[in-house]
Each structure stands twice: as C-alpha cells, then as structure tokens.
C-alpha cells in the first residue's frame, strides 16, 4: 500500500469541462473526457485526504470516497470552488474551463428564421478560478495545468507565472485528450521535471508524491 502523503489534507480537485449555454437546447464547451482530474482525485483519496471534485458534465462515476459536486458553468464551478477553497489546504485545477460564456443567451430555443441568419452571440470572460484562488490571502496551496498543442515548455512556464501558482503541469493535448495515457512535465521554481508517458492513474500518483514533497507543513 502507498504511503498515506496527504493524510488529514483537505482538497479541492475541479475536472473535466464547462458547459455555457447558448439557449436551452444547445451549448458551447471544451474538449475534456475528465479522465485525468478523476484519476488525480482518486490518487490524492488513497493518498489519505478529503477530497471534494468539482466535476463540469463528463461521462465517470463518481470515484469512490471522494465528494463530487456537479456543475455545468464556469460561473458554477466558481461558486462551488469558492465555497471550499479557503478551508482547503491544496487546490488542483484540472478542468478545462471555457475562456467564455455566451452574455446574450437565450431563454428559449433559438429558432431558424425565414432569412436563415444564424444568431449574433456575444461572448463575455469567464472569471479565472485558478487566477482567483491563488490569490487568496492564506488560501490552499495551487496547482495548476496547461494542455498546449506546441512550445509546451515556453506557454506553461509563461503560465506558471501569470496564474501566481507554485506548481504548474504542461501536458501535450494530442498526447493525453479522451486517452488513457499521458505525459506530465512539471514546471516549478526549481526548474523542469518530465515524467514518462504512463497510464492517467499512475501519472496521477506520481503527481500526488510531486505535490506532497512540495506542500508547506501544516501549521
Ligand atoms: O488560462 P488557461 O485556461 O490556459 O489555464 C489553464 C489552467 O487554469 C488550468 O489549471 C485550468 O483549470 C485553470 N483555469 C481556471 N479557470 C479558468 C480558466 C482556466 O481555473 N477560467
């Protein structure tokens, strides 16, 4: 068995996507399966903490012992971050949250006119959950991602610092999206640490040994 790492931590894990509604029947998102955030939530349960996971809509059962909170919005995944954050000693942002929602949503479903003009949208920022909870004066420690197409190590040290986290994890999207595999390099302020391709668990457990050597002592 695993040494018990975050025995007595309590954590906030978000996963998987947003959805942001452009009418009742219809939505806007991003491509996340969640696998990777469920994996990272399951390791820091066996690790021993209290994990709560913010889940936007994917297709997983909920991992055993962990409390998963369902939401669908950015601005719901907010909330419910907000809500915990403060008490939590470590915040893992996983979920790919929409840079956007739509501002002029409608009530109703859009309907084809005779002209057959699609709709004019407009789109306003999403609050940065991450950016936010880094902020919070004794806030929990952050850990934050970057899933890039290219220049891994250029967009997630630039990340890194523009988000104020200690921690930030760059994987390749093309190697790690729906799969269940992938490669994490880790990106601190000691410099850069690559692990292997592995399975998502136990890319995962080898993450959660990274944080718990980095985790400040509990006062
Ligand atoms: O800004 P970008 O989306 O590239 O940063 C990715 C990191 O920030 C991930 O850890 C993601 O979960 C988090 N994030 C967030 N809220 C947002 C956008 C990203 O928490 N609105």
Not at 35 to 48: L, M, P
Not at 209 to 216: D, F, G, Q, V
Request: hydrophobic share 45%; glycine share 8%; net charge positive.
């Amino acid at each position: 068995t695993q040494p018990k790492l975050l025995a007595g931590r309590r954590v906030v894990i978000t996963a998987g996507p947003t959805s942001e509604k452009i009418d009742p029947v219809r939505v806007i998102t991003n491509r996340s399966s969640g696998k990777t955030g469920y994996a990272i939530a399951r390791a820091a349960h066996e690790a021993g903490a209290q994990v709560v996971l913010v889940s936007g809509p994917t297709a997983l059962p909920a991992p055993h012992g962990v409390r998963r909170v369902d939401v669908e919005s950015a601005a719901d995944m907010h909330a419910a971050v907000m809500a915990g954050a403060r008490d939590a000693d470590l915040f893992i942002a996983v979920a790919a949250v929409a840079d956007w929602h739509v501002a002029n949503a409608s009530g109703n479903k859009l309907k084809k006119n005779a002209s057959n003009q699609p709709p004019a949208l407009q789109f306003a920022p999403n609050p940065d959950i991450l950016a936010e909870v880094a902020r919070l004066p004794d806030g929990p420690w952050c850990v934050g991602f970057a899933a890039e197409t290219e220049n891994l190590h250029e967009h997630a040290q630039a990340k890194r610092q523009r988000k104020g986290v200690p921690l930030l994890v760059g994987n390749l999207a093309q190697d790690s999206m729906g799969g269940d595999t992938t490669t994490f390099v880790l990106f601190d302020d000691q410099g850069i640490e690559e692990l292997p391709k592995l399975s998502k668990t136990d890319a995962a457990r080898r993450l959660i040994k990274a944080i718990a050597a980095r985790l400040p002592r509990k006062a």
